[in-house]
């Protein structure tokens, strides 16, 4: 294994306890990728401060009405434990990470849950918290991180909601990125998420008083971020580097979950440009930023990958 980590979540201490689980493949009748018009534009703005905040800081509540808390239940009776981030990018499709679904990969045991500020969704007054089940996980096919732990490319994957969700001031989509297209380095993109700024998941579960996070991290070019002083080839083409250079610039990149996105505003308009992959162990290293799945290298996986749920079963609907 190389000098990275996943971001690691608490579900997967617990890998080896439901080995063999079984990936049904649920299919539909419907066709249906076309892509919400009204993505990217949040009903409340997002704090986006000119000046770096190393840190990260806690969002403005909402502001980020695509963010999706992740959650599994080992065994239907234990309580949900929020597992990794995501994004809505449809009424009924979530992109995430493919990591997310090591060990438990069986959409029985998740639910999706929008609309969060809060961890603890009583803190968030009123409480417009939506938790959805899902009929579909789709990973990449080429994601073999579990038989090759050096490769950890095509970490990627969608999340089918059993039925599709209400659009509302705190819960609408982020727009996919054109594709192919490459932020130019130094844009400063957004990561949010509830994992603390060590990368540490488990203080989510003690601290349900967590707030969604937010840290500004500028791009990195591919050119920088592959040179063997940083990571060399274990960054591929449909990657996106970000963040700080230098240890003592580097705190924020860690913030953020897994799966979570990496937004980038466009013309105003806020794209997912990526999705959290991997970073450095210990989070915080001299010339170790945060990868991200680029999103813009898989937009016709995506298309097809959808195109094929909806046009091939006749167990699941796409409406
Ligand atoms: C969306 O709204 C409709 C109509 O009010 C309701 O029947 C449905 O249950 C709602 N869906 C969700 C996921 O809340
Ligand atoms: C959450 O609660 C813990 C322990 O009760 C406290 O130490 C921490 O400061 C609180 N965090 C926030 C963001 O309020």
């Known amino acids: 294994v190389g000098n990275y980590m996943l971001f690691l979540t608490l579900i997967q201490i617990f890998k080896g306890l439901f080995p063999g689980l079984q990936h049904k ?31 990260g800081e806690e969002a403005v509540p909402h502001s980020w009405p695509w963010q999706v808390s992740m959650q599994a239940t080992l065994l239907p009776p234990i309580p949900y434990l929020h597992n ?11 992109l995430t990470a493919a990591h997310c679904f090591i060990p438990l990969n069986k959409q029985s045991l998740y639910r999706m849950c929008l609309g969060k500020h809060h ?30 732990p050096s490769d950890i490319t095509y970490d990627i994957a969608l999340v089918h909601l059993s039925e599709p969700v209400n659009m509302t001031r705190e819960i609408s989509p982020v727009c996919l990125p054109k594709p192919g297209a490459v932020m130019p380095a130094g844009t400063p993109c957004f990561v949010t998420g509830w ?21 500004a991290l500028p791009v990195i070019d591919f050119q920088t971020c592959s040179k063997p002083s940083y990571w060399w080839d274990t960054l591929r083409p449909s990657m996106i580097c970000a963040g700080y250079e230098s240890p003592d610039e580097l705190k924020s990149a860690c913030q953020g ?4 996105p990496f937004a980038c505003s466009v013309a105003g308009t806020w794209e997912v440009h990526g999705v959290v992959s991997f970073g450095p162990q210990g989070c915080i290293k001299d010339k170790k930023p945060s990868v991200f799945t680029r999103v813009s290298a898989f937009s016709h996986w995506i298309e097809d990958s959808i195109r094929k749920f909806c ?5 699941h609907r796409c409406y």
């Open 25 to 55: 493949v649920y299919v539909s009748n419907f066709l249906r990728s076309d892509w919400p018009e009204d993505c990217g534009n949040p009903a409340v703005k997002p704090k986006t401060p000119t000046q770096r905040v190393v840190n």
């Open 84 to 94: 990794c981030g995501g994004s809505l990018i449809h009424e009924e499709w979530i």
């Open 119 to 148: 961890m603890d969704s009583s803190m968030d007054v009123p409480s417009v918290e939506k938790c959805l089940q899902v009929d579909e996980i789709i990973r990449h096919e080429g994601f073999v991180y579990e038989q090759d």
């Open 311 to 315: 046009l091939n079963g006749f167990l």
């Open 257 to 260: 979950d897994s799966g979570g």
């Open 195 to 215: 994992g603390d700024e060590k990368g540490r998941h488990i203080l989510v579960l003690t601290a349900s008083n967590a707030s969604l996070n937010q840290a």
